[in-house]
């Protein structure tokens, strides 16, 4: 089992930045931890994931890289999206994931523990 609590969302003006916080508690050392995002009446969209293990590779979707970086730190078991250049495409509920089997192209159906969600709201 993994728990997954998300903090960090609010309201910022085009160009913020905000950082999200995924803490995580279980036995999550094997796990794949992704960001995804879901905006009203769209579908839960992938943003970016990172490996829980030694290799720690990140992999981003299209349209946040250069501006979002993901990233951990093991002692703390968390996992951080910064989110830089922020647009008012950004904004929806984000949501932190983990996964074992998870693959690419990447699908929220390939994780199997979720948070609750935190609100970035990004104003023009």
């Known amino acids: 089992q993994v728990q997954l609590v998300e903090s960090g969302g609010g309201l910022v003006q085009a160009g913020g930045s905000l950082r999200l916080s995924c803490a995580a508690s279980g036995r999550t050392f094997n796990y794949v931890v992704g960001w995804f995002r879901q905006a009203p009446g769209k579908e839960r969209q992938f943003v970016a994931r990172?490996?829980?293990?030694?290799?720690?590779?990140?992999y981003y979707t299209d349209s946040v890289k250069g501006r979002f970086t993901i990233s951990r730190d093991n002692a703390k078991n968390t996992v951080y999206l910064q989110m830089n250049s922020l647009r008012p495409e950004d904004t929806a509920v984000y949501y932190c994931?983990?996964?074992?089997?998870?693959?690419?192209?990447?699908?929220?159906?390939?994780?199997?523990?979720w948070g609750q969600g935190t609100q970035v709201t990004v104003s023009s």
């Open positions: 990172i490996s829980w293990g030694t290799t720690g590779i990140a």
């Open positions: 994931a983990a996964g074992l089997s998870v693959r690419i192209p990447p699908h929220h159906s390939q994780y199997d523990y």
